[in-house]
Structure formats: C-alpha cells, structure tokens
C-alpha cells in the first residue's frame, strides 16, 4: 500500500542511547517532515526537508539530526537521547501543488 | 510568524447533536491554507476538512463543515449529527501557500471531542 511507513512503531532507550527513526514513503513526494507530539502541545516541527539533499530546522530541532538519503527516506536521529525526548514521533511527505500531509503512523518512544 | 490557537482543550457532545470546534489563527499573508485533521486513538491523522483562503465559501465535507471568517481570522469545524466513530483529538492546522519559503503545516494544540452515548 503506497503511503508513509515509520519504523520502529515502539521504543524504549535509556539516557544517553542513540537512536536512529527511519521514515520512507514510496509517493514520490518532494518535501518531508519530522514531528513531535506532546500531551497539551499539538504537533511540533522538529525537521523538514523541501527537496532531496536540503534540510531546514524546524520549532524544536535541539538535540536531534536528520538525513535525506534520498527522495524516499528521511531519518531522525537522537544521538543522546534524554527523558524529555520521550513523546511520539510522526513522519509526514507532502507533493507540491497538493494540499495536506500524509502521516506516517507514528513511533512511541520512551526515554528512561 | 504563524500562530494556530484552540481554546477548547476538551469538549462533549450528545450523540446526534451538533458541536463546534474554535480554533483562531494569526498570520500577515493573504494567501493560505487552513486544515482540520482528526486523530483517534489509533494514533492515525486524517484530514477531515480543508480551507483555501481564497475561497470565500465555507468547505464542506458531509457532516462535516466549517465556518471561516478571514478577517477575523477564525476557522471553525462544526460536526453535525455526532457519531461516537467521532471521538478524536482534533487539530486545527495552518499552512502558507505554495511559492512562500516556509511550506510546514503549524498546527493547534488540538481539542479532544468525547461523544456521550
């Protein structure tokens, strides 16, 4: 099925683990993003890259690293990872000229 | 920069009666898109409903309407006829319109609807 698929879909690391969120959508679409969700705060930016081989920083890029590898596939990387990166993570891919986002299901991640 | 605000954090609703959604937004341009993406407990975003600027008429999408007042900068989803299939978290989103730098959506904080049976 064509779409945004999120792996892994659960995670728990211990402080200081690094980890790496894989994001690929098969749509062909130009532009990628990287959200996070916090109980009370919405959906906030934390990537995006508008075209193969650019990424920008987003609302609350701070402790995290991303990747274009390429048009397909972008990844979140947390290199040190601390409670309070403890939330869900959503990956999204968006065509120009078109309107919404389509999501990925998202990945829980836990941070102990 | 932009700014999505919901006010409502939760609200209730009977099942088969009516209920709206605020949600209040902040921008300097004049061409935009406004959205509405429901989240249910399956963690899944789906997009219920959206608005072009542009557009002077209020979208709409079977029970699912809107009621946009750009000069007030207002943007709100009214559901008709309540099912409980409609329990969600509900955001309300923003984003420029294409040819401006900045593409992301900016989304609200989001109401979470119950349904009461």
């Known amino acids: 099925n064509a779409g945004v698929t999120q792996t892994p879909k659960f995670q728990v690391l211990k402080t200081g683990q690094s980890m790496t969120l894989q994001c690929a959508q098969d749509?062909?679409?130009?532009?990628m993003y990287w959200y996070r969700q916090d109980p009370g705060m919405g959906l906030r930016l934390i990537y995006y890259s508008a075209s193969e081989g650019t990424t920008d920083k987003g609302e609350v890029p701070n402790g995290y690293n991303v990747s274009r590898l390429n048009k397909r596939e972008f990844s979140l990387r947390l290199e040190s990872a601390a409670p309070s990166q403890t939330s869900v993570y959503f990956c999204?891919?968006?065509?120009?000229?078109?309107?919404?986002?389509?999501f990925g299901s998202g990945t829980r991640l836990t941070v102990v | 920069a932009q700014t999505v605000t919901q006010s409502q954090p939760e609200m209730s609703v009977q099942e088969a009666e009516t209920v709206t959604l605020s949600c209040t937004y902040d921008t300097s341009e004049s061409d935009y898109y406004l959205f509405w993406y429901k989240q249910p407990p399956s963690r899944q975003m789906i997009l219920v409903i959206r608005?072009?600027?542009?557009?002077?008429q209020n979208a709409t999408e079977n029970r699912f309407s809107v009621n946009f007042q750009k000069a007030a900068k207002s943007f709100s989803l009214k559901i008709s006829d309540s099912q409980l299939g409609d329990a969600a978290m509900y955001f309300c989103?923003?984003?420029?319109?294409?040819?401006?730098?900045?593409?992301?959506?900016?989304f609200g904080k989001g109401t979470r609807l119950h349904i009461l049976p």
């Open positions: 608005q072009e600027a542009y557009k002077q």
């Open positions: 999204a891919s968006r065509e120009r000229f078109t309107y919404g986002y389509t």
């Open positions: 749509m062909n679409h130009n532009s």
């Open positions: 989103a923003y984003r420029s319109a294409e040819g401006n730098r900045d593409d992301k959506i900016i």
